[in-house]
Structures are given as C-alpha cells and as structure tokens.
C-alpha cells in the first residue's frame, strides 16, 4: 500500500517500507514474563528529492524510532529502507560510512549534541579526515565555506561550544550534518530547545539551506506551527503508526484523522484564544496498545467498530491523502473550529 | 477600588551575587495582581520572570536576593513578616507548580499522603479527615478512580497524571494565588491542553488568581487576561492580553510575535520568510547600557544606546518601556 | 578559576614528595644503604642527624629521601597501570553493554569481594617480594574504582547528541571511544587515580611492613616502618619520620584529589545562555 507515489522512482530519494522496530522489555533469564514493545509497527513512508516530509506526533509515538532506523543506528525488526536506490537494512546494508555521506541529523538539544571538548573546527575537520579528504588547504576551505553557509564567521572556529549561545550552537550543530555534503538531513526538534525569538533565525537558515544545497529534509516536530511552515509534505503517528498524511495544505486544512484534528487544536495561538482540549486522557502505552484503532480510547468519534479488532487500514484517497480511521468519510468536513464545540457540549 | 490589590510588586530587583560582584538580574519590576485575576509573565531564559515568582513566594536563594523593592500581599509587606509567618502563607494561600513534577513530588510518598499532609499541615485536619479531603481533591482534577489512585506513587503516574496531583495539592487549601512556572513545557500538547483548561476552570470556579509564567506566547495569551512581557531583567511591556498581542507597542514584543510561525498562515498568505529578531539574547553579565533590547531593535537610535527608558502609560491603560513605542 | 586552600596545599605536598623523590641523591647527606657506621649507631634527631639514625648507624634523613622514590614509584606506576586497565574495562563494558558487560561487572564485584591487600598478598606471596612484584600485585588489584567510573561514565555519555552525531559522521567504535567518550570522562577519572595513588602508597607501606614489598636494606618507608617496630619505644624517630613521610603524602594526594573533584566536575563549567 506504500506505493500511492506520484512522480517517478527516481525521484524518490528515500522509501521506508512496513518498517517494524519491536523491543523485548522485561522478562528474567528464561524470557519468562517478557513483552513486546512495539515502537514502529508498519510504517511507510516516502522522501522526494527536494522536499521536505514532516514527521508529526506525541513523545513515545515513534517518530525518533523511524529517525534511528534511517540512520542506521536502530536495527529494524522488519521491513526496508531505501536510500538514494540503495538498501540499507538487512544482509547487504550500506557500512556506516556510506550512509554517512547520504543521511545526516540535526539534534534537538544544541547543548549535549556538541561535544564540550572539541573546538568548533575539530568537529567540522575530524569528519572530512576520517572520510578521505587531507589537503589541509581543501580542508580549511570547507570549514570556511560550511561556516559561512551556517552564518557564523570563521574567525569563530576555534572556539569551544560553551563560548556560544544555543542558537549559535545550533548553527554548529548544522554545520556538522551537511560538512560530509549528504543528501537528505533529518531535522529533530531543532528549534524547541531554543529561546522564542532565535527560532525564526533558525527556521529561516534551515530552509535557505534546503535550496541552495538541494537537500530534502525530515522534519521531526511537535510544534505544528514549524511544521506547516517548512513541510510540503506532513505524515502523523500515532503509537507506532502512521494515522494520517499527504500534501501540507490537505493535513492543515482538511485534516481527516481525529487525531491530527485535536493535535491542531491543541496548539495555542497568541492571536486566537479557543478552547484547546479536545480529547481526554493519554496516548496508551505501547506495550499495551487498546483493541481496534490505537486512538479509540482518546477519540470522541469512536464507536464499537473502532473498539473491535482489526486496526483500521491506512486507506489512501487518489490525491495521496492517507488516512487510518473506519469512519473517515463520516467525520469529514468538520472542520478544525468545530470540534472544540462539540465536545465540550458533551463534557 | 478601595481593596488593595491581591499581590502588588514595587520596584522589585534581585541582585545576583557571584562571590566578587553584585548584578541585577531583575530591575524595577512593578506590577499588581488583583483577585480571582490571570496575570501572565512572559519572557525567554534569563529573562528574570521565573526568579521574580520565586521572590514573590519567598523562596529565592543564594546567590539570588531580593535588592530592593516592596512585595504586598493583601495589603501587608511580606519580606517583613517571620519566617514562620512566611512558610504559613505559602502553601495555604500563594501556592505553585512547577515544570517537571516528578522533581516536585516526594518520590517515596504515596500522592494521596502529600495531599493530605497540606490539610494537615495548613489546616489542622486530622489525618483521617484529611485522608478523604485527598480523595476529593483527586477526583476534583479528574484523575479516574482517586479511591485506588490515592495509594500509588509518583513515579507509577504519568507526566500528565503527575501535574495533576501537583495541581490537586497546590489547590488543596484554596489559595487565592497559585503561581504556575512553564507549568506545561514538559507535556505533549494534548496533555497541556487538557492541562491547561482544568488549570483554568478550577481557578475561576474558586476564584484564584493564577500568576502564569511561560515562553510560549500562544499559551499565556490564551490563560491569561493581563501579561507582562519581560526581557533581560525588565518589564518591557504590560497590556491586556488581547492589545498586547494584536498591537504590540514594544518592538520586541511585536518582533516576538511576528517571527512565529503560526498555524494557519501558510495556508492563508502564502510562505514568506519569517521575520527574525538579530542577536542573541543577553546573558546577565552582558545586559547592554541604555534600553538592553537596543543591540537587537531596528528601531534603536542613540538615545536608546545611552538611557535607559522610563515605563508610558499608554491610551487602553497598559504600560511600556520604550523610547519609540508604538 | 578558583583555587581553594586544600587543593594548593595538597598540591604543595605532593609536589613536595616528587621533588625530594626526583632530587635524592643531591638532596640525601649520605648513602642510604651503603652509609652504615655503627660509631653512630641510634643517634637522636640533631642538627648533624636531622631524622636520627638507626642501628646500623644509617641516617634516617637520607633514607626517607630515598624512601620517597621507590614508595612514589610504586604510587604512580601502579596506579597508572589500575587506571589503563580499569578505563579500557569500563569504558568498553559501558559503550558496548550486552556480554561483555556482564562479564566486566562480575569481574569487577569479584575484585571488589576480595580485600586488594589480600589478593595482592597472595600475588607478592607466588612472585617473591622486589620492587617489580610489587608494582604487579598493586597495579592488578585496584582497577575497579576506575572501572566503575569509566562505566557509569560512558553509560551516561553514550546517549549523549555528540556521540550520536560521531556514530552519523561514520566514526568507528574505536574512534568514538577515544575522541568522543575518554576526554568527557577524564575528570572523575583524574581524581579517582589521584587518591589511589594515595592507596597504593599506603598499600606498599603495608606490603612493606609485612616483609612481603621492598626488602631491606634498599630503603622504601614502609620498610623502614617494619625494620623499626621493635624500637619504637627505645628509638621512636626510626618510625616517626618515613610515618610522618606516608603520613603527609598520602594527605597531599587527597586533598589534591578533592580540590580536583571541584574544578574539573562538568556541572561547574557554567553554561553561557
């Protein structure tokens, strides 16, 4: 079902495909007692060269999971990744250095993702060595070059990361993931540890960057504010799944999935004041995942076929529009204003 | 009005004292609080907004001290009062909750016993009594099943279940203040949403004032009927909610607002870079001479290089410390 | 930085006692083993005997000096080679976990099971006491603090953004080890070896005294305090000076170790916000 592409293959620079990443939890020696925990369960997912995909949902839904096993550093359970025509999970998987020369990150935190005893051209310099480049000229360059790019002066490159502030940490921190020239960079919280007035720097350097350099970025956020600003595309998970996506304007505008609705809702505007909760309770935990559709317990549309197993299947509409929800078509139309209303009717 | 406000702060500064010298962290803060109001404090890291509501509690320690400055609540100055005065009306009546409550809850003690001890404690309940005081206090911030719930431990509780209890505590002896710091930022959005809207209607059904501090602009705009917008130690603009957010009169409160990224805008207008603030905001040992957002505003002139503004009282009764304002 | 009293005067010592280790035979008035004279057989403490003399007429002042070398040798050496071992076994145990783990963590609670005297009493017993046995029973027996601490270290450290970005960048375990984990953990480590060294200096003083670590005549001051026991009523200074010499250098080596604790503790280098 993943396979709802428009476009050709080779625009495709990266397919995830039913990736699954389970992880025994608990148990003694003999395995007595150990549970599954299911962290990605069959999520599919596709990056077009150019583009940016964001990768939406709650703490523990498993977005940083799908982030892990596209850099290789979380063995999938189950399924594929593809990357730039090449696959990268199983027996003939990429070694660590290939990869590290098409996908890249950008942490959320820029305090513990920079190591506090490297000076700013070591982390830039060690990179380009370990990967073959030596000329010291071609080297000094490079880091001249990146560190412009990113907006800092190269004068700065030999100081250490507690000399800067978070947002110029931050810019280090992308200086680092594009040094080696990769294709597609994964973009974790990057601006929700920083202060509110440098977000806007940052969100602005990441998308300069996305153009002048051709890279295709996953945007992995809770704030759907960046979201929708930087996505073209948007995908949303739901413990361990993915419930809703399809082009940005589809997913803002005419969000389909219960969940996606209350997450929009649940973001509070400085210029719109609106009830924010629209559901009740927690995500469930995944090692105890509820019957039928994962967000019933949560959800003010569900009925008893939302109860009963099977989860719903994700049901893609001809535009690339992609929804996990047995009464879709039903709920359709309310648009994100009004199911505050409703449900506080009820509450 | 003849009553005096609930909670009035003049002048307010607190000095930080690193061993060989005294800053100011936090300078000529005023501003009242009246009953059963929302007044927020919004600002980024270092802005002096969470030490100014710890001075305001009490609860400021070395290398932080109040400077100068009057704190009166109800009409009487609490820095004068004994300390076990002090300790008395914390709790009972200006209560708080803090950003991560698993630091803020005793992890060795079942929750349903941290309620009851503020009965106890401030109420003189016996502990029976107040055993079924925690019940209600549970079930009234809708943790299911408080019967059961009563007896388990923080750490068997979710983030959001968690904030609860500190909710259920922090309320437990009706303050008529409850001062909430980032009371959210640890939570995903739909648990700070529910969180929030119980926060509030609890508050305005018993009719406490909430002293809500935050960075996030979109929530403080929608808990709060008064904010005041701080930056590197000072007030820089206090508004209605609404005024303050639609037609900002300091530039960094507008600067603030425009360089976000709200939901929707894409949709309607199209994307356009977003308007970014220059610089980086000061650390407290760097704050600037004369008006200290005058490196970051495209506004600034001399003057704002060398004096520092008084606050203006503007037309719709709010106030704002800028020589340019709008 | 600020450097507190303890910490300089701790340093103060220990620089002390490398000093006179370094500059014995300049700074001894005679031959430590070879300077016997029974003419001044048990001489008190005098301006010519600074530290007395013992039976064989040998000065005590001149051996202490000497003293210093073998008993700060065994310190650093020994504690050097605790440190390698214990820091390669943590700091492996801890990045890669799994089997290995286990086996470092038994490893490392079947040391701490054993008394380290004991199990290095038992070593010197099967290699014969010398200087060289010494520095093998001592620098196999206390690796496990350092093992400890290399392990929570890198246990903490690993999850870190910089070690996940290294794994991104294509660095090998190896090499991640080594630039990105080893230079963040060196602090505790630094301070933990400081006060073995204090251990292991005591620990020989111990073997010493035994008759298991340095053997007479060669001077070390633990076996100093061994060869003196018997007089200690009739001629208190053969103990009181190589004792006051353990006594100070071991005080200097932890003050030293605190005052470090302080400065190099990550959580004291201020973020810049």
């Given amino acids: 079902m993943h396979d709802a592409a428009h476009g050709s293959a080779d625009d495709v620079i990266l397919r995830v495909e039913d990736l699954a990443v389970h992880y025994p939890i608990g148990g003694g020696l003999r395995g007595g007692g150990r549970r599954l925990l299911r962290a990605v369960d069959g999520v599919d997912l596709e990056l077009k060269r150019g583009e940016c995909l964001g990768l939406v949902g709650e703490s523990g839904c498993g977005k940083s999971t799908v982030a892990l096993s596209i850099l290789g550093l979380q063995t999938p359970t189950r399924g594929r990744i593809v990357l730039d025509g090449q696959v990268v999970t199983g027996g003939q998987s990429l070694d660590r250095m290939a990869l590290a020369r098409i996908v890249q990150i950008v942490f959320q935190d820029p305090y513990a993702s920079l190591n506090p005893r490297q000076s700013v051209r070591r982390t830039l310099e060690a990179p380009l060595r370990l990967h073959g480049m030596t000329a010291k000229s071609e080297i000094d360059g490079r880091i001249e070059a990146m560190l412009s790019h990113v907006g800092l002066r190269p004068e700065q490159a030999g100081r250490y990361p507690h000399e800067f502030s978070g947002g110029q940490r931050q810019r280090i921190g992308i200086a680092r993931a594009l040094i080696l020239n990769p294709r597609i960079v994964i973009c974790d919280e990057p601006v929700s540890a920083l202060d509110v007035s440098i977000r806007a720097q940052i969100i602005n350097l990441l998308l300069e960057l996305k153009e002048t350099l051709g890279l295709s970025y996953i945007m992995i956020s809770h704030d759907l504010g960046v979201v929708e600003h930087m996505s073209d595309r948007v995908a949303v998970m739901y413990l361990g799944r993915i419930v809703e996506s399809g082009d940005w304007r589809e997913i803002f505008e005419r969000p389909a999935h219960p969940y996606t609705q209350t997450l929009i809702s649940a973001i509070p505007d400085p210029l719109r004041r609106a009830p924010l909760a629209t559901t009740r309770g927690e995500p469930p935990s995944p090692l105890n995942p509820p019957d039928g559709c994962a967000f019933n317990p949560r959800c003010r549309h569900a009925e008893a076929v939302c109860r009963r197993a099977p989860a719903p299947s994700l049901d893609v509409r001809p535009d690339g529009h992609a929804v996990r929800c047995w009464r879709a078509d039903e709920i359709a139309g309310q648009t994100v204003a009004e199911p505050s209303a409703a449900f506080n009717g009820s509450s | 009005m003849t009553a005096p406000p609930l909670i009035e702060v003049d002048g307010l500064r607190i000095d930080l004292d690193d061993g060989s010298r005294r800053t100011a962290a936090v300078e000529g803060v005023s501003f009242r609080i009246d009953r059963g109001e929302t007044f927020g404090l919004v600002g980024e890291s270092g802005c002096g907004k969470s030490i100014s509501a710890l001075a305001l509690i009490g609860l400021l320690r070395r290398p932080l001290s109040i400077g100068a400055g009057a704190i009166r609540f109800d009409g009487r100055e609490i820095q004068g009062l004994p300390a076990a005065e002090q300790r008395a009306l914390r709790g009972n009546r200006i209560a708080m909750i803090f950003q991560e409550p698993m630091t803020a809850l005793n992890p060795v003690s079942p929750i349903g016993r941290q309620i009851a001890e503020m009965f106890v404690l401030h109420q003189g309940k016996s502990w029976r009594e107040a055993d079924r005081l925690a019940v209600e206090a549970l079930a009234s911030v809708r943790v299911p099943a408080p019967e059961r719930r009563v007896k388990d431990y923080p750490h068997q509780l979710s983030g959001g279940m968690r904030q609860r209890v500190m909710i259920a505590i922090a309320l437990a002896c009706g303050p008529d203040l409850l001062i909430a710091d980032e009371p959210t930022t640890a939570l995903d959005v739909t648990v700070q949403a529910e969180i929030i809207e119980l926060m509030r209607n609890l508050c305005a059904e018993r009719g406490t004032a909430i002293l809500m501090i935050s960075h996030d602009l979109g929530l403080v705009a929608n808990v709060c009927r008064r904010v005041a917008v701080m930056y590197a130690g000072r007030i820089v603009e206090e508004r209605g909610s609404d005024a303050l957010f639609r037609a900002s009169a300091h530039p960094y409160t507008k600067g603030l607002v425009d360089s976000l990224p709200r939901l929707g805008t894409r949709a309607a207008l199209g994307r356009s870079k977003l308007k970014e603030i220059a610089g980086v905001v000061p650390a407290i040992a760097d704050f600037p001479a004369g008006c200290r957002f005058n490196p970051r505003c495209m506004q600034a002139t001399e003057i704002c290089r060398s004096t520092a503004p008084e606050t203006t009282r503007l037309g719709d009764g709010g106030l704002v410390r800028c020589h340019h304002h709008a | ?273």
């Fill in chain 3, 1 to 273: 930085m600020k450097l507190g009293t303890s910490t300089i005067i701790g340093g103060v010592l220990f620089a002390l006692a490398i000093f006179v280790g370094l500059f014995a035979p300049w700074l001894a008035h005679t031959d430590p083993v070879m300077g016997a004279n029974l003419m001044n057989a048990e001489e008190p403490p005098s301006w010519i005997w600074w530290f007395g003399t013992d039976a064989q007429g040998r000065d005590i002042y001149s051996r202490v000096v000497h003293g210093a070398r073998i008993s700060l040798t065994v310190g650093i050496v020994s504690q050097l080679v605790n440190s390698v071992i214990g820091v390669t076994l943590g700091l492996t145990a801890g990045y890669w976990g799994g089997w290995w783990d286990d086996v470092v963590n038994a490893l490392t609670n079947l040391m701490l099971a054993i008394p380290s005297l004991i199990f290095a009493l038992a070593i010197m017993a099967v290699l014969g006491p010398g200087l060289t046995s010494l520095l093998i029973a001592l620098g196999l027996t206390n690796w496990s603090f350092s093992c400890r601490i290399a392990r929570a270290s890198a246990l903490s450290l690993k999850s870190q953004g910089y070690v996940q970005a290294a794994k991104v960048l294509g660095y090998g375990d190896l090499r991640i080890m080594i630039t990105q984990l080893l230079p963040n953990m060196l602090g505790p480590i630094i301070v933990i070896s400081t006060l073995g060294m204090g251990g292991a200096i005591l620990a020989e003083a111990a073997l010493s005294f035994l008759g298991l670590g340095i053997r007479p005549p060669y001077p070390s001051w633990g076996s100093m305090l061994s060869e003196a026991r018997d007089q200690i009523t009739t001629a208190p200074w053969l103990s009181v000076f190589p004792g006051l010499a353990i006594f100070l250098t071991v005080l200097g080596l932890n003050l030293l170790g605190d005052g470090l604790r302080d400065i190099l503790d990550p959580q004291s280098r201020s973020r810049r916000t």
